[in-house]
């Protein structure tokens, strides 16, 4: 190297600008198309999802004018026992009957009675039971319309053709007749959020797959967040460091790799076969979760212990403070914000995961809402699957709409996470 | 660095001979043997044959000195040379240090601070620390002095710990900067305050003796000037150990003066003697500059 003169030396750095400068640009630009790029993919899935779910949160309904006809339902009086043999379907039948008068013929009538969703019965019991002088009088009542009839419906709003589908002219004609008249109509679907899953998409609803998740979760939490603290404060506070923590290390860093499919198959040998807890259980579903979502947690948690500084570790044992009180006094409570952080993030993941619940049969058509965690239950995920799953064209919207709700969920807990981390953090 | 030759033994001598070229080579025998007066006659705090050991490497050498009553003992020498690892001894810090091995006789008051038997506990409530850089707990003012008294049980009820904290506070010289703030975060505090916040937290558990750990190297002059008067008066009733890479410092507070070297205890005499007449060649060297 020989020596440079100082203009020599300034003469070379601003030969040298511009390539610099130019390759500061092109690496900011591919930062921005990177996240420019992410965001377009989460507007289009968005947009994808609400134009095709939003559908499913109304609900084709028919108004019908019912006579609770004692002969129709064949009881003398309202009590369980009569409310169950009743022949409600004969009482809805002959109200399309009456509102359709010209209908005749065998096939005809069937067309005609396949209007109202085959659950129609149920609600006309329901009412019935909850009012019981109802019996022998009339009033006008909503059913929900099949979900051919709500299909082609939802399909009329742009063009007047709409999906046919199975829906012959003779049922487009009622059903534009009721329309006319006003006894046809798009209503909010409560039905979603209160029933469990069905073969009839106009009776399918979310809430037991919801309840599902729900309980699965409170189980994967209950367990997952005390044992993945208390292994993290163990391995970063107590344990020596030795081959064998090294080990545990390894181990931990390895489970969190593991195909959750492969957790599902534990759980199957594990938990219900030997241990014979029951069958598409929460209860094993939180079993299968925790093991799946421990590395996550053990991981953040003990990354979160190393981020708090050992001054305040020291100046603790140096007042005598023991080990014990140094982790609960001082360093838990300045870790618990990443803490929390890891344990949401593994809570989201076990929200979404699918496959090894399939394994231990929460993918079972489970129509009631579970009360509890022994109870057969399915989770939002496979309910989406299942759905997603179903020839119905009713069912695809009602996919999406399921997506929704999960993605609700997911974004409500991701909140709560940012806005206890900042409350937490506020404290010191 | 020419003809020089490096073995284990003369390791010392070696560096030694780098610094201070080859006048200054001495024996290291004479590095070994501590000179002046480290004994005590009311000794506090008693180590005998002090060796430290991280690993393999051994920081302490055979280190032997006395710490009397009411009494400050400065510890100087250049970065490295083992003077806070020796502190961090007396109250058994160095027991988190992954690999780290004590032997030889410490005591406290003719009490064991090494042994099986010996609780960490109480004998950190006897030997207070404070350290290099402010660290007040991410609390209240007020939480930060009474946490000691409360873990400890010395004070239950309000009103005790209110006087307790007041007391701290005002023997740190803190009181009447922070008294209308006490639930107000410590680490809100400057620099200096949080030191003497520290110290306060450290008093008041009553200690007998306080460690400190060049408490003044993060502070401004002005700050160290009230944290060097606070250890002035703070003699009257404790026993004070003092860390520090200012000579100046060791020089207005301390009553001897301990010069570690390598890891070895080179000399200890009256602060005066060190500073103005020094027995050994290393000290004269250090003190006057010629390396450190």
């Known amino acids: 190297m020989t020596n440079l003169t100082q203009t020599q030396v300034r003469e070379r750095i601003e030969k040298r600008l511009a390539s610099r400068h130019r390759k500061e640009k092109m690496f900011r630009g591919m930062g921005i198309a990177s996240i420019a790029f992410g965001v377009l993919a989460v507007v289009i899935l968005f947009s994808d999802i609400i134009s095709k779910g939003s559908g499913a949160f109304v609900q084709t309904a028919i108004e019908l004018e019912v006579h609770y006809d004692a002969q129709v339902l064949g009881i003398d009086k309202v009590d369980d026992e009569s409310l169950a043999w009743a022949n409600f379907s004969g009482v809805i039948r002959e109200a399309l009957r009456e509102r359709f008068p010209s209908v005749t013929g065998r096939s005809d009538k069937r067309e005609l009675y396949s209007l109202v969703s085959s659950g129609a019965p149920f609600t006309l019991r329901d009412r019935l039971a909850a009012n019981p002088q109802l019996l022998g009088k009339s009033e006008k009542v909503w059913f929900a319309a099949d979900d051919d009839v709500d299909t082609f419906v939802k399909s009329l709003k742009d063009s007047k053709e709409g999906f046919r589908g199975r829906t012959s002219e003779q049922k487009a004609g009622w059903i534009e007749q009721l329309l006319d008249s006003g006894e046809l109509k798009k209503r909010f679907n409560t039905t979603f959020f209160t029933n469990g899953d069905s073969r009839e998409p106009e009776q399918a609803g979310i809430r037991a797959a919801l309840m599902g998740s729900l309980f699965t979760l409170l189980v994967t939490l209950a367990l997952s967040f005390p044992i993945g603290v208390a292994a993290a404060i163990y391995l970063e506070e107590y344990a020596p ?152 064209r009713a069912f695809v919207e009602r996919t999406s709409a399921a997506i929704m709700v999960l993605l609700s969920v997911l974004i409500l807990m991701n909140a709560s996470a940012v806005m206890l981390r900042k409350k937490l953090e506020r404290r010191w | 660095m020419s003809t020089m030759t490096l073995d284990a033994a003369g390791h010392a001598e070696a560096v030694q001979s780098e610094l201070t070229g080859e006048k200054m080579a001495i024996s290291q025998a004479a590095v070994r043997k501590t000179v ?193 008067e606070l250890i002035d008066e703070l003699r009257e009733n404790y026993t004070i150990a003092i860390v520090t890479h200012s000579m100046q410092q060791a020089a207005r507070v301390s009553q001897r003066t301990a010069y570690f070297h390598l890891g070895h205890l080179v000399e200890v005499n009256d602060t005066e003697t060190v500073f103005t007449n020094p027995e050994h060649e290393l000290t004269e060297a250090y003190i006057t500059g010629r390396f450190g």
């Open chain 2, 36 to 228: 002046g007066q480290p004994f005590s006659d009311t000794a506090k705090l008693r180590m005998r044959n002090v060796n430290v050991f991280y690993g393999e490497t051994q920081a302490i050498h055979n280190v032997s000195l006395d710490i009397g009553r009411n009494e400050v003992v400065a510890m100087i020498g250049p970065s490295g040379c083992g003077k806070s690892t020796f502190l961090r001894c007396l109250n058994r810090m160095n027991d988190t240090i992954e690999g780290c091995r004590v032997d030889g006789e410490l005591s406290l008051d003719g009490d064991p601070i090494y042994g099986p038997k010996v609780d960490v506990v109480p004998l950190r409530a006897r030997v207070g620390m404070v350290f290099q850089k402010p660290n007040p707990f991410p609390k209240s003012i007020y939480e930060n002095v009474a946490y000691g008294p409360k873990i400890h049980g010395i004070a239950s009820r309000r009103a005790d710990l209110d006087e307790i904290v007041e007391n701290s506070l005002r023997r740190a010289g803190l009181w009447d900067e922070v008294k209308d703030r006490l639930d107000k975060p410590g680490t809100g505090l400057s620099g200096g305050q949080q030191q003497r916040l520290c110290i306060a937290r450290a008093i008041a558990v009553s200690p007998e003796v306080i460690l400190m750990d060049e408490p003044c190297s993060a502070l401004d002059p002005i700050a160290t000037a009230r944290i060097e």
């Open chain 1, 241 to 392: 460091k030795n081959r064998w923590t090294d080990l545990i290390e390894v181990n931990i860093n390895n489970l969190a790799a593991v195909p959750s499919i492969v957790f599902g198959l534990l759980g199957l040998a594990i938990f219900i076969n030997f241990f014979e807890l029951p069958r598409s259980a929460p209860l094993v579903g939180g079993l299968v979760l925790t093991l799946m979502t421990l590395p996550t947690i053990i991981i953040s948690s003990r990354v979160a212990l190393k981020a708090v500084p050992p001054s305040i570790r020291e100046a603790a044992m140096g007042m005598g403070a023991s080990r014990m009180q140094v982790v609960f006094h001082h360093v838990l409570p300045l870790a618990m914000p990443g803490m929390l952080t890891g344990a949401i993030i593994g809570m989201a993941q076990a929200l979404g995961e699918t496959a090894p619940l399939l394994m231990i049969g929460m993918v079972a058509f489970i129509v009631d809402v579970p009360g509890g965690v022994t109870d057969p239950a399915t989770v939002l995920p496979v309910q989406i699957f299942l759905w997603a799953d179903s020839p119905e």
